[in-house]
């Protein structure tokens, strides 16, 4: 090991991997480390791609008002983040500028513009689908990636406030999207097998916010609702949930009024991947330096 590379995150800084901002969770990505995330992204579509999924591409942001319908603040208050603006006059802004270099908080006047932080990818999705009206028989697939922000601030770099999901979404009958989820929930194992870093695939749920929320957390787990795959990445007693593998059975449908072609209530499940934390993964378990990676790795990468 390198004399800069101490603890795994500085050796991500020192390989210029990952670069610092001075914001815990928010990084600069190197050529190396996208290029990985690029090829990654390849190996997923090499296992989902002949599906046929819709492609679909979001920008980061989404609509306020979809946002606030979605349920979301309900559930994770703490790590939604919203855009806010500067919407004075000249006045407003001679104040603004006096408090910005008076070293005063100069952010009390921003207002809430109409976009809001999307807290993962398929979140702006599923009212765009109910717009198109029933689901025909045999449902509807997307293929979704986008950066995403949570408010959590932390040290340890697989825990990033901006990252990047790819997913994809069933919609369809109850039938369609379990059998969706179990596919995944296999193609998940082995498509990690193949980058050769230890995993276990278990139950999960969501950090729910609040008193309520241990009740929301344990009925996901009873039910079985999400299942992660882990790596350890930061340490080996807490893995780190690398792939999601969700069931919300008929939430999304009822809430935007998704309905199957026969008038039933959509059923909704996706899978999600962690970009930056399956590169992470690999890096550290295979070290900085790509070339030295396994040849079976190197090769489900590179080809
Ligand atoms: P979730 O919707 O919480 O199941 O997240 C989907 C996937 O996004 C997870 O399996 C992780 O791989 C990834 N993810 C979630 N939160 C973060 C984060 N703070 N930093 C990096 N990746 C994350
Ligand atoms: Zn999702």
Redesign the pocket.
């Given at each position: 090991m390198c004399e800069n590379c101490t603890t795994f995150r500085k050796g991500l800084f020192a390989h210029r991997l990952l670069i610092e901002t001075g914001v815990d969770?928010l990084y600069g990505r190197g050529g190396v480390f996208e290029d990985v995330i690029h090829r990654f992204d390849n190996l997923i579509t090499s296992f989902g791609g002949a599906d046929g999924a819709e492609v679909v591409r979001f920008p980061p942001g989404m609509n306020r008002a979809l946002f606030e319908k979605s349920g979301y603040l309900k559930s994770f208050p703490n790590l939604a983040g919203t855009i806010h603006a500067f919407n004075g006059n000249d006045k407003d802004h001679a104040a603004l500028l006096e408090k910005l270099f008076a070293g005063e908080d100069w952010t009390y006047g921003q207002e809430a513009t109409d976009i809001v932080l999307a807290?993962?990818a398929c979140y702006p999705l599923y009212p765009t689908v109910a717009q198109l009206g029933a689901l025909p028989e045999d449902g509807r697939l997307y293929d979704l990636q986008s950066y995403?922000f949570?408010r959590?601030p932390?040290q340890d770099p697989?825990?990033?406030?901006f990252?990047?999901?790819r997913?994809y979404v069933r919609i369809g009958s109850p039938e369609q999207v379990t059998e969706f989820r179990q596919t995944w929930l296999d193609r998940g194992r082995e498509l990690i097998a193949k980058l050769g870093v230890p995993f276990d695939v278990d139950v999960?749920n969501?950090?729910f916010f609040g008193r309520a929320g241990r009740m929301l957390a344990n009925n996901q787990r009873d039910q079985k609702l999400?299942f992660?795959?882990l790596v350890p990445i930061e340490s080996t007693e807490k893995p780190?949930?690398?792939?999601?593998f969700?069931y919300h059975q008929d939430h999304f449908g009822t809430l935007w009024g998704i309905s199957q072609h026969d008038g039933e209530t959509a059923h909704t499940a996706?899978v999600?991947?962690?970009?930056?934390?399956?590169a992470l993964a690999l890096f550290k378990h295979h070290g900085f330096e790509v070339e030295k990676w396994p040849s079976p790795v190197r090769k489900a990468l590179w080809g």
């Open positions: 969770g807290p993962a995403c949570r959590e932390s697989a825990r990033q406030q990252f990047r999901m997913e999960a969501d950090p999400k992660e795959l780190t949930a690398c792939l999601s969700n996706c999600g991947f962690g970009m930056e934390r399956v």
